[in-house]
Nanobody
Framework: EVQLVESGGGLVQAGGSLRLSCAAS????????IGWFRQAPGKEREGVSC????????YYLDSVKGRFTISRDNAKNTVYLQMKNLKPEDAAVYYC?????????????????????WGQGTQVTVSS
């Protein structure tokens, strides 16, 4: 059974930083791309960032480029999302996800329909 568990969310002032973690189990971790999505109240879920399975390729939503950095530690089955210079518009529930099938080395899916397994989410609140 594939399980994804997010952690690291919380309340931060605008301009502050948080690091989210996504711990995976039940999957041969290094063969899968991992994505981060977010959903704010009344808005659709959007792809924030994704990291490929093995060659380090990454995708970033335009609005987070230069502020967010995704990384993975395959030895720990964990993907991180370092978020800096947070803005009130970054506030949302953040989810990590993985596709159903093993990914090619440079595959960076960033649409929700490309993912099959989801974590429960972690809340990020940014005060202005």
């Amino acid at each position: 059974e594939v399980q994804l568990v997010e952690s690291g969310g919380g309340l931060v002032q605008a301009g502050g930083s948080l690091r989210l973690s996504c711990a995976a189990s039940g999957v041969y971790f290094e063969d899968y791309a991992i994505g981060w999505f977010r959903q704010a109240p009344g808005k659709e879920r959007e792809g924030v960032s994704c990291i490929s399975s093995s060659d380090g390729s990454a995708y970033y939503l335009d609005s987070v480029k230069g502020r967010f950095t995704i990384s993975r530690d395959n030895a720990k089955n964990t993907v991180y999302l370092q978020m800096k210079n947070l803005k009130p518009e970054d506030a949302a529930v953040y989810y990590c996800a993985t596709p159903l099938s093993r990914s090619s080395a440079d595959y960076t899916p960033h649409q929700a329909y490309e993912y099959a397994y989801w974590g429960q989410g972690t809340q990020v609140t940014v005060s202005s």
